[in-house]
């Protein structure tokens, strides 16, 4: 698929990868972006092309509703999460119910309402922006890889019950981009830039996944071994 001449929908477009995405997608072409954020009036785009849209994951109404507005959309990214920091055990279950409220939940709500439009429009495609911590844990994260790792699998499966309609369902997988939401992390970080970059040149090819950066790339390898040796060699890199 190329980007050029489609209306693409992107969530949590407000800043990050999202922002990028948005971007990226102009840069190539697009006829229209939905750039969708909780709230609409965070986002300050100029683009004449861009449509500003409210979208708030964790609420069905919403997700209906812009559904019901974006009724054009052709390409569906789904960016938008959250990363709490939770402890699964020692962490407050309510913040590790938001993650996977935000992470699975929500993005599958906003798959099963956008399926029929894009249905109604030829197929298109749908982007689901992961982790490299869908495969793997690290100190800090449990539930935030807890919820990737769901929304990760979700992703496959929505991609085989699409199929027939003509959707291509693709996974993005990355470790740290240098937005916001790494903040506090002290390891590498990649331009969040190459995210849609990827994304955008994987959906050209008809990438079902595409792996952004050399450190999924060395996780994903990981899973053929023995965990025992990959979470050795992950203290020694993470400390």
Request: charged share 20%; net charge negative.
């Amino acid at each position: 698929m190329d980007i050029t001449g489609q209306t693409v929908l992107v969530t949590g477009a407000n800043r990050g990868i999202g922002r990028q995405f948005v971007l990226e997608a102009l840069e190539r072409g697009a006829a229209k972006v939905w750039a969708t954020a909780r709230r609409p009036e965070t986002l300050d785009f100029t683009d004449p092309r861009i449509a500003p849209l409210q979208l708030d994951l964790t609420d069905h109404a919403s997700v209906v509703a812009a559904a019901a507005a974006a009724h054009d959309v052709t390409v569906l990214v789904d960016n938008a999460g959250i990363a709490t920091g939770a402890s699964l055990i020692t962490g407050d279950l309510v913040d590790a119910r938001r993650e996977m409220d935000t992470h699975y939940w929500g993005t599958l709500d906003v798959i099963r309402e956008f399926a029929p439009v894009l249905a109604a429009n030829g197929g298109g495609a749908i982007v689901n922006v992961l982790s490299a911590l869908s495969w793997f844990a690290a100190p800090g994260s449990g539930a935030y890889a807890a919820a990737k790792a769901a929304e990760w699998n979700m992703t496959n499966a929505v991609r085989l019950e699409l199929a027939a309609q003509g959707t291509l369902v693709q996974g993005v997988m990355l470790g740290a981009a240098d937005t916001d939401i790494t903040a506090n992390y002290d390891g590498p970080k990649i331009d969040p830039r190459d995210v849609p970059r990827s994304s955008f040149d994987g959906l050209a090819a008809g990438a079902i996944e595409v792996v952004v950066d050399d450190w999924s790339a060395m996780v994903k390898a990981s899973l053929a071994g023995d965990p025992a040796e990959f979470y050795t060699k992950m203290r020694e890199l993470l400390g």
